[in-house]
């Protein structure tokens, strides 16, 4: 329990060190996150009806859909 506190406190930097976000630095991360989620939502779909990938779990979206748009 000691160990894990002080793994996740040395990842961390203090709060001081930390950089501010900008209102628009904030708005481009929502225009990501709502585009990343379109895509991931469209390619789900377009998965769901070929009988290629239409078995596949939950956890195996991971590898298919979402590394490969992160990579682009």
Same mark, same amino acid.
């Given at each position: 329990?000691?160990?894990? $506190?002080?793994? =996740? @406190?040395?990842?961390?930097?203090?709060?001081? $060190? %930390?950089?501010?976000? $900008?209102?628009e630095?904030?708005?481009?991360? =929502?225009?990501?996150?709502?585009?990343?989620?379109? @895509?991931?939502?469209?390619?789900?779909?377009?998965?769901? !009806?070929?009988?290629?990938?239409? !078995? %596949?779990?939950?956890?195996d &979206? =991971?590898?298919?859909?979402?590394?490969?748009? &992160?990579?682009?």
């Amino acid at each position: 329990m000691m160990l894990a $506190t002080l793994a =996740s @406190s040395a990842a961390q930097p203090p709060a001081a $060190t %930390q950089p501010k976000i $900008t209102p628009e630095m904030r708005a481009k991360l =929502s225009d990501l996150r709502t585009r990343i989620q379109s @895509s991931v939502g469209q390619v789900v779909l377009a998965m769901a !009806n070929l009988p290629r990938y239409r !078995n %596949q779990t939950l956890g195996d &979206l =991971s590898h298919l859909v979402l590394e490969p748009l &992160l990579r682009d």
